[in-house]
């Protein structure tokens, strides 16, 4: 689907060495690449294996991949139905500022139409006024008074352990 000059496709299993790299690329903008855990092999299985867990669409501007997005659904029980939820979305440095981050948010909030989902949610970081201003703009809401908590992976296995 083409929207603003960007050509959004979902990705493919032979993309995944990109997809990778442009998780990284948006680990590193994110000050968060030390943490990076992920594989090739985990998001064939999780991206395309039997169970799989999440989608990835990658969008293409003259051919060039510029910037991806990766999506799951949640739900909500005070709506009572799915929501869709952006665990990433990333647009390379040399490409902002030409409407690709919104064509990325018009794309899925179709999905989210679709597919008959209650709302669509992220988190952002709290020092990235740029993103956190863009999508103010865009209609969306802080959820300022919602704490996130978060068990790692050794914290959920001390914690079912117990």
């Known amino acids: 689907m083409k929207i603003n000059n960007l050509d959004i496709r979902p990705a493919s299993i032979s993309q995944i060495p990109l997809v990778l790299k442009l998780i990284k690329e948006l680990a590193v903008y994110e000050k968060l690449l030390d943490i990076v855990e992920t594989t090739e092999e985990d998001l064939e299985d999780t991206l395309f294996g039997k169970n799989k867990a999440a989608e990835v669409v990658i969008g ?40 690709f981050g919104k ?3 018009i794309y899925l ?13 992220w988190a952002v ?10 999508y ?4 969306a809401t802080a959820m300022d ?17 117990k």
């Open 60 to 99: 293409y501007y003259r051919d060039k991949p510029v910037g991806y997005a990766l999506f799951f659904y949640n739900y909500s029980s005070f709506v009572g139905r799915p929501g869709l939820y952006i665990e990433d979305i990333y647009v390379r440095q040399e490409h902002r500022g030409k409407g």
């Open 109 to 121: 909030a179709r999905i989210a139409r679709e597919r008959k989902c209650g709302r669509m949610e």
């Open 125 to 134: 970081l709290d020092w990235n006024e740029p993103s956190i201003e863009f």
């Open 103 to 105: 064509a990325f948010l």
């Open 145 to 161: 008074e919602w704490t996130v908590f978060r068990l790692s992976r050794d914290a959920i296995e001390k914690l079912a352990d």
């Open 136 to 139: 103010k703009r865009l209609g």
